[in-house]
């Protein structure tokens, strides 16, 4: 059985809508508008309908942004709608990607994050307003640069912060709200 076929400028139109109206526009994360703005997130919507074809595809995405320039591209989100889109899945995922960084020889060098539509933080429910702090419209792979988190890191004292700061005003939103920020007019 074949998967659903995907519209890739409708999975990147969706993605950048929820880059800039939460993740910038609520300030989930201050490192993001200055990657933005300056056009280095590369977005790759990824045809795998396997977690074997999402780790090729990964991997083959993390060699290109160790090698990319980091002026043209800083960071990279692979968005991936035809496999691990039950949540429990996709975690279980996220320690293969983290063996794939380490036998590429990557680790410390390159990080994933981790973002999916029904994101949920350890003794969380499923429901929970904090959860959406990670919730994005599809399955996603965030490849970061280590240097480029530590200088956000840098120039952000209050970084570690960030996290509760994100419950508070996902809090103060509420999930009406957040529904209405997202919809695409």
């Given amino acids: 059985m074949?998967?659903?076929?995907?519209?890739h400028d409708a999975v990147i139109a969706e993605t950048v809508n929820w880059v800039e109206k939460a993740v910038i526009g609520l300030n989930l994360c201050p490192f993001a508008k200055a990657v933005h703005v300056k056009k280095q997130i590369r977005y790759v919507v990824c045809e795998a309908d396997t977690p074997e074809a999402l780790l090729e595809k990964l991997m083959?995405?993390?060699?290109?942004?160790?090698e990319a320039d980091p002026e043209k591209v800083d960071t990279?989100?692979?968005?991936?709608?035809?496999?691990?889109?039950?949540?429990?899945?996709?975690?279980?995922?996220?320690?293969?990607a983290d063996a794939a960084l380490e036998e590429m020889e990557?680790?410390?060098?390159?990080?994933?994050?981790?973002?999916?539509?029904?994101?949920?933080?350890?003794?969380?429910?499923?429901?929970?307003i904090e959860n959406y702090t990670?919730?994005?419209?599809?399955?996603?792979?965030?490849?970061?640069r280590e240097d480029s988190v530590e200088r956000a890191v840098e120039a952000f004292p209050e970084a570690g912060d960030i996290f509760e700061?994100?419950?508070?005003?996902?809090?103060?939103?509420?999930?009406?709200?957040?529904?209405?920020?997202?919809?695409?007019?």
């Fill in 134 to 144: 990670n919730r994005s419209p599809y399955p996603t792979l965030h490849l970061l």
């Fill in 106 to 128: 990557l680790d410390g060098i390159l990080q994933v994050a981790s973002f999916h539509p029904d994101y949920q933080f350890a003794d969380t429910h499923k429901n929970d």
């Fill in 2 to 7: 074949s998967s659903p076929a995907i519209d």
């Fill in 76 to 96: 990279t989100m692979i968005m991936h709608p035809n496999v691990l889109a039950d949540f429990e899945d996709y975690n279980e995922f996220l320690d293969v």
């Fill in 165 to 185: 700061k994100n419950i508070e005003t996902l809090r103060a939103l509420g999930h009406d709200a957040w529904d209405k920020l997202l919809q695409v007019k």
């Fill in 60 to 66: 083959e995405e993390l060699e290109y942004l160790a």
